[in-house]
């Protein structure tokens, strides 16, 4: 078994430009991610999530994945049903671990 963490990196615009130029081009979709440096599998992500009819646009995806992450969901850790017992836990001066064992329960 790997031992080896996976790093995700969102595309750059530039490697978005070079997508739509080798696409342009004769070259399979796996040879364009070899190309770019992505895998195959980030590069049919991006062609799936960001060409539009005409066809995949460096500009127009790259404006698509900058307003995707602008509108995206963000996960928080803590409800805010859950900040009342946190408060007090706190003001009480309990240890964080404390606090969580109590929402548990």
Do not use: C
């Not at 995206?72 to 836990?89: F, Y």
């Amino acid at each position: 078994m790997s031992t080896q963490t996976r790093q995700y990196r969102q595309l750059t615009q530039g490697q978005r430009y070079q997508i739509e130029a080798l696409l342009g081009t004769d070259y399979m979709q796996k040879e364009v991610a070899v190309s770019v440096d992505i895998s195959e599998s980030a590069l049919s992500r991006e062609l799936s999530r960001n060409a539009s009819d005409n066809g995949y646009g460096a500009k127009s995806a790259h404006a698509l994945a900058s307003q995707h992450r602008v509108t995206a969901t963000k996960i928080s850790k803590t409800d805010e049903r859950h900040m009342p017992i946190i408060k007090k836990g706190l003001l009480l001066g309990w240890s964080p671990e404390n606090i969580s064992f109590r929402m548990k329960v």
